[in-house]
C-alpha cells in the first residue's frame, strides 16, 4: 500500500488480495489505517476507544497465518470498527454514556467473536447516541460526530460514529446497532450501505440491550458485496442468545448476482406523502433505474403505517425502561453516594445519564404504570401486530419494498436537538422494518443539490436477505459505472 489514504478505496476483497500478493502486511494496513483514524478524529469524532496495541497484535498473527499458508479468513487483515454499545473483550464500553465510562467487558459479543475468528483487525469503539437513544448521534456524553461528507451536518443516529469511519475512509466495514432506524438513516446520511437483518438472524448476545425486542446488529460497508459478507459472517443461531434463529443463511453473494427482471417491486404510498422534494426526486430516479433493470413496479399501501410513530415510542421506552433500571451504581457504573440506597440510585442515575435517556426512560415507566399499562402498552403491541401484518400481506403480491429511508438529507448539528418530537419525525420511514421484524437496508442513490447523500431503503420477507441484496447489488452495478 502506498499511503493510508488508499484506505478510502479498499473493500474486503481488494484486502485479501493484497495481503496474498504481498502488496501490504496486516499489520503495514492496520498500522495506516490506526494512524488515519487518529488524525481524522478531532475532526468528526467517530471514534471513543483506539485498540492499538490489541488491533496490531490482531495483525501480526494474521501476518502469521498468511506466511505460513494457514486458515486466514474471510475478514483477514480488514480494518473493523465496532459501535460502542456491543461489548468488546478487555475494550472499553460506555454506550456513549458516562454512567459506563470505565466498563471493561471481560467478554466478546457473539457478533464480535465471528468477526475475529475471520481474521478481522477491531481498530476500536465507535461513538453513538447515548444507549443508542437518538435519530442525529447528538445525545452522546462524549460530544456529537459530525458526517464527513458535511462537518456541519449530522452522520445521522444512533450509529453516527460507525456510519462516518467508512464514510471517511478510516474504517473499511463496522457494525452498528438497529432499533429504529439506526443503522439505515447514518448509512443515508452518509452514503455508506447500511444493513439491518431479520430480528433473530444475528445474535444479540454482547449488544447492550435497549429495547430488547426491537434491537439488531447490523453491518455498514461501502458497497454492497462487502456488507453481504459482514452479514454473513456474524449471521446464525447463537445458543447463547435464544432469540436467534435456526433458519439457515444463504449465499448471499451468488444469489445477488442473478437478474432483478421480473422481480415485483412495491412502493407503499404511505412513504412518499410528506417527503422533501429534493430526497423525493432521487429516490424516483432510483425507481426508475430499477424498473429499467426489468423490475415491476407497483403501489401498494400499508395502512396502519400511519401508527408506527407513537406505536414505536411506547414500546421502544418501555422496553428501555426495563433495560436501564440494572443500572444502579451496585455493580458495574460509576456511583455518586448518597445518605440512603434510594438517594445513591437517584444521584448515580441523575449524574450518569443524559437528558434523552432519563427522558425515554420516564416515558416507559409512565406507560408501564398501574392503570395506563392497557391504554398504552398493550395497545401498542396489538398495533405492532397490525403493522407486521401489513408487510406479510404486502409480501403475497411483491417481492420487495422500496421508500426512502428519510424524509430529508443529513440536517445541521443542533437543528433539531431542541424539539424532540421533530427529532423523532427523521425515523418515520425506518420504525416499520424494526417493529414488523424484517429485514431492510440502505444503499446510496444520489445526492440533494447541496451534495448531501440519500439512500434507497430496500425491506424483504422476514429472512430473506438473500432478495433484499439482489435488488441493491444490481442497482448499485447499474448506477456505479
Known sequence: MKSPHDLASLTIGSVREGLQAKKFSAKELT??????????????????????????????????????????????????????????????????????????????????????EEGAVILGKLNCDEFAMGSSNENSAYGPVRNPRALDRVPGGSSGGAAASVAQGTAVATLGSDTGGSIRQPASFCGVVGVTPTYGRVSRYGLVAFASSLDHIGPFARNVEDAATMLRIIAGRDDLDSTSAFAPVDDYHALMRHPVRGLKLGLPKEYFEGLNAETGDVIHAAIKQLGSLGCEIREISLPHTKYALSCYYIIATAEASSNLARYDGVRYTIRSDGDSLTSMYRNTRGSGFGAEVKRRIMLGTYVL???????????????????????????????????????????????????????YLSDVYTLTGDLAGV???????????????????????????????????????????
Do not use: W
Not at 438529507?409 to 427529532?423: H, N, R, T, Y
Open 439 to 481: 429485514p431492510c437496508m440502505s444503499v446510496p442513490c444520489g445526492e440533494s443539490p447541496e451534495g448531501l447523500p440519500i439512500g434507497l431503503q430496500i425491506f424483504a420477507k422476514h429472512f430473506d436477505e438473500a432478495t433484499m441484496f439482489r435488488v441493491a447489488y444490481k442497482y448499485e452495478q447499474a448506477t456505479s459505472r
Open 31 to 116: 498500522q495506516a489505517a490506526l494512524d488515519l483514524a487518529e488524525a481524522e478524529n478531532p475532526k468528526t469524532n467517530a471514534f471513543l476507544t483506539f485498540a492499538c496495541e490489541h488491533a496490531l497484535a490482531d495483525a501480526e498473527r494474521v501476518d502469521k497465518a498468511v506466511a505460513h499458508g494457514g486458515y486466514v479468513g474471510a475478514l483477514a487483515g480488514v480494518p473493523v470498527g465496532i459501535k460502542d454499545v456491543i461489548v468488546t473483550k478487555d475494550l472499553r464500553t460506555t454506550c456513549g454514556s458516562r454512567i459506563l465510562e470505565n466498563y471493561i467487558p471481560p467478554y466478546d459479543a457473539t457478533a464480535v467473536y465471528r468477526l475475529r
Open 369 to 423: 404504570s398501574a392503570g395506563y399499562y392497557d391504554a398504552y402498552y398493550r395497545k401498542a403491541q396489538q398495533v405492532r401486530t397490525l403493522i407486521a401484518k401489513d408487510f406479510s400481506e404486502a409480501f403475497k403480491d411483491v417481492d420487495a419494498l422500496v421508500t426512502p429511508v428519510s424524509p430529508f438529507p443529513a440536517f445541521k448539528i443542533g437543528e433539531k436537538v431542541d424539539d424532540p418530537l421533530a427529532m
